[in-house]
């Protein structure tokens, strides 16, 4: 994978406030944006503090369509929120629909899900990876924003991991635990006993 670079900017009012909006490329065209607060009129080479930060999937079927079977809008929103509120930080929002495996099959999981699969085993039923995502383009955006240490909003230690990995940055998990509802509540279940996030909510009560 060829490396990302900043390839346009610009100031984007949202309902959370006003951020900026970076969108980085590489050559082949991929695309992925930034929306972040406080970090592009840096003065100094690396940030002076740990930055608050989400690294974030795409999720089309949530964030725009509005579906109750997963969290990815509520987190994505509280996300945006807390950055603004702390007056500094960024959201890496990645095109990765369906934990990289794209909207088609990602729908082709959730029929599978209906006829009782939960989402790992619908996954691997269709020939994919339970989480076939990948982050080395973070890498890339975290060196051009000048970032450090890093708060990373997650309940997802391996990312926490990978991101160690490859940036180098000291990782502080910060959990991010909204958008439970009765129709997501077994793919919670199945996020943490199965893919091992951390969730300090009862998820069995």
Same mark, same amino acid.
């Given at each position: &994978? ?15 406030? /006003? ?9 082949? $065209? @991929? ?9 592009? @009129? ?9 930055? +608050? ?12 369509? $509005? ?55 619908? !996954? ?5 990876? /339970? ?5 080395? &383009? ?7 924003? $000048? ?15 990978? +991101?160690? @990995? ?10 991010? /635990?909204? $958008?439970? !509802? ?12 199965? &893919? ?5 909510? !009862? +998820?069995?009560?």
């Amino acid at each position: &994978m060829s490396k990302f670079i900043r390839y346009s900017s610009t100031r984007l009012p949202t309902l959370w406030g /006003e951020f900026d909006a970076t969108v980085y490329q590489n050559k082949q $065209g @991929e695309e992925h944006i930034v929306i972040s607060l406080g970090l592009l @009129e840096r003065e100094k080479e690396i940030q002076d503090h740990s930055i +608050l930060m989400r690294v974030h999937s795409a999720c089309f079927t949530s964030e725009v369509l $509005g579906s109750l079977k997963c969290d990815c809008r509520e987190q994505l929103e509280y996300a945006l929120q807390a950055i603004q509120q702390e007056g500094k930080g960024a959201v890496i929002y990645l095109f990765q629909e369906g934990r990289g495996i794209g909207l088609g099959a990602k729908i082709k999981a959730y029929a599978l899900q209906e006829q009782g699969r939960d989402t790992v085993d619908a !996954n691997t039923e269709l020939g994919y990876a /339970e989480d076939a995502r990948s982050y080395e &383009m973070v890498q890339d955006i975290i060196q051009d924003l $000048g970032i450090g240490d890093i708060r990373l909003l997650t309940n997802n230690p391996l990312k926490v991991n990978g +991101l160690i @990995e490859l940036t180098k940055c000291t990782v502080e998990r910060i959990p991010i /635990e909204v $958008g439970l !509802n009765a129709i997501n509540e077994n793919y919670l279940k199945v996020k943490r006993d199965r &893919m091992g996030h951390m969730f300090h909510e !009862n +998820l069995d009560k």
